[in-house]
Each structure stands twice: as structure tokens, then as C-alpha cells.
């Protein structure tokens, strides 16, 4: 199997090649680029399966880089940032990216969390390919797409990997932390509101009533649970 394809962005030659540097030593196949303009010119040849991107670009923003790429492939992005407020990791993560590190940062868990956002990319197993389907809500892991009323559902790749899950344990409540570990696959070290901002992501997309959610519901003091639709909609209850 190849390598998974690396594109790190950073202004600060001393922090790109360190982390080219670096990757390219644990086997990936690594491109760079300075700013965002050239950040694109790379991709588009490319094709990465991750892009490493520093939100704070002389030509670019971070964010707004995010989303385009995303739109274009379905990119993963881990974010590299100096901005240590809690708003800034939420905004990141509203806009698509898959994982978030502050600078300064270490190489061995630049590692690990490298290792687990490329891990959704593995084949799923013959027990993990059958399509969830409720009501007018259908899950296909195969195609990591979802469709709801017969229309796709645009989802990055951390909210699929956490719907899937949830819908997969139909009535189980699961604790923020055990979520983490889950479909994080690894100990999370940061705010566990990381799992809100995606479940409300979801919920935007899924739910007909956000205030009221019926298929994503909050269970207080525990967590989160994935109540299946009543096949008999319309139906008095």
C-alpha cells in the first residue's frame, strides 16, 4: 500500500522543514509550500491525503484555505496555530479541520495525531460495510457518504467517522471522553467540547429541529446518544 501524501504549509521556514523533515523519515511522501498561493498550486498537482496548515499565512487565511480545500477533495487538515484561545480551536474545527495543534509542539505528538487522522483511511471490514439505514436517513461506510430524503448530506470526514458511530450503537449513550477514544483513536488532551462543536455541526445537516434534535440527542451529565427515527413517522405517538 503507498504511503499516505503529506502537504505542509507554513510561513516559518524552520517549523516546515522540521516537520518535512521529519515525516518524511516515517515514510509519507511530503511536499511543502510558504504561503497559500502556492500552498494551491501544490495541492492541485499533489493531491494529499492531509494537509498540515498554519492558520497564520502572509497571503492567505488559514480558515478560508481550509474550506476550499476541503471543497475541492475532502482533504484531511490538521491545523497548526500559535493562537492558544479555545474560540480560535472551535472555529477551526466549525470549518472542516480534522485535528488541531498549538504551537510549540512536539514531533512525537505530531505523530500520533498524523497516525490517527490518517487511520479513517483504512478499508473498513466486511462487518463495518454494511449500510445503516433508518427511516429516510441512510449511512454507507463504503462510500463514507451519507443521504438524507434522497439527498447527500455534505459531512467532513470526522463528523462521517462520528455519525457512523453513534448510529452504529443505536440507544448507547456514550460519554464525551469515550467518543474521543473512539473516533479520535487516541487520548485527546484539550477541551472535550471538541465533541459538541461536532455533534452541533452534524445536527445542522441531519436534524429538522436543532433546538430539538431527535436523532442526535443529548443525554445531561453523560453525553450522547444515536436514537434511531420511529419507522411510523406522522403516525400519533
Not at 510549540?104 to 483504512?122: D, M, N, T
Given at each position: 500500500?503507498?504511503?499516505?501524501?503529506?502537504?505542509?504549509?507554513?510561513?516559518?521556514?524552520?517549523?516546515?522543514?522540521l516537520?518535512?523533515?521529519?515525516?518524511?523519515?516515517?515514510?509519507?511522501?511530503?511536499?511543502?509550500?510558504?504561503?497559500g498561493?502556492?500552498?494551491?498550486?501544490?495541492?492541485?498537482?499533489?493531491?494529499?491525503?492531509?494537509?498540515?496548515?498554519?492558520?497564520?499565512?502572509?497571503?492567505?487565511?488559514?480558515?478560508?484555505?481550509?474550506?476550499?480545500?476541503?471543497?475541492?477533495?475532502?482533504?484531511?487538515v490538521?491545523?497548526?496555530?500559535?493562537?492558544?484561545?479555545?474560540?480560535?480551536?472551535?472555529?477551526?474545527?466549525?470549518?472542516?479541520?480534522?485535528?488541531?495543534?498549538?504551537?510549540?509542539?512536539?514531533?512525537?505528538?505530531?505523530?500520533?495525531r498524523?497516525?490517527?487522522?490518517?487511520k479513517?483511511?483504512?478499508?473498513?471490514?466486511?462487518?463495518?460495510?454494511?449500510?445503516?439505514t433508518?427511516?429516510?436517513?441512510?449511512?454507507?461506510?463504503?462510500?463514507?457518504?451519507?443521504?438524507?430524503?434522497?439527498?447527500?448530506?455534505?459531512?467532513?470526514?470526522?463528523?462521517?467517522?462520528?455519525?457512523?458511530?453513534?448510529?452504529?450503537?443505536?440507544?448507547?449513550?456514550?460519554?464525551?471522553?469515550?467518543?474521543?477514544?473512539?473516533?479520535?483513536?487516541?487520548?485527546?488532551v484539550g477541551?472535550q467540547?471538541?465533541?459538541?462543536?461536532?455533534?452541533?455541526?452534524?445536527?445542522?445537516?441531519?436534524?429538522?429541529?436543532?433546538?430539538?434534535?431527535?436523532?442526535i440527542?443529548?443525554?445531561?451529565?453523560?453525553?450522547?446518544?444515536?436514537?434511531?427515527?420511529?419507522?411510523?413517522?406522522?403516525?400519533?405517538?
Amino acid at each position: 500500500m503507498a504511503s499516505a501524501k503529506i502537504l505542509v504549509v507554513d510561513d516559518d521556514p524552520a517549523i516546515r522543514n522540521l516537520v518535512f523533515r521529519f515525516l518524511t523519515k516515517q515514510n509519507y511522501q511530503m511536499e511543502s509550500a510558504e504561503d497559500g498561493k502556492s500552498a494551491m498550486a501544490v495541492f492541485e498537482q499533489f493531491n494529499p491525503d492531509l494537509v498540515i496548515l498554519d492558520l497564520n499565512l502572509p497571503d492567505a487565511n488559514g480558515y478560508d484555505l481550509c474550506q476550499e480545500m476541503q471543497s475541492r477533495t475532502g482533504v484531511f487538515v490538521l491545523m497548526l496555530t500559535s493562537r492558544t484561545d479555545e474560540a480560535d480551536k472551535i472555529k477551526g474545527f466549525h470549518q472542516g479541520a480534522d485535528d488541531y495543534l498549538t504551537k510549540p509542539f512536539s514531533l512525537g505528538e505530531l505523530q500520533v495525531r498524523v497516525g490517527a487522522i490518517l487511520k479513517r483511511q483504512r478499508p473498513v471490514t466486511a462487518a463495518e460495510q454494511q449500510c445503516l439505514t433508518f427511516s429516510q436517513l441512510a449511512i454507507d461506510p463504503v462510500r463514507r457518504e451519507v443521504t438524507l430524503n434522497s439527498e447527500l448530506v455534505p459531512l467532513t470526514a470526522l463528523e462521517f467517522d462520528l455519525l457512523h458511530f453513534l448510529a452504529s450503537h443505536p440507544g448507547r449513550v456514550w460519554r464525551r471522553t469515550e467518543l474521543i477514544q473512539k473516533v479520535w483513536d487516541y487520548e485527546y488532551v484539550g477541551d472535550q467540547r471538541v465533541v459538541d462543536v461536532h455533534i452541533g455541526q452534524i445536527r445542522k445537516k441531519i436534524e429538522v429541529d436543532t433546538n430539538q434534535p431527535a436523532l442526535i440527542q443529548t443525554v445531561r451529565g453523560v453525553g450522547y446518544k444515536f436514537e434511531p427515527p420511529n419507522q411510523n413517522e406522522g403516525a400519533e405517538s
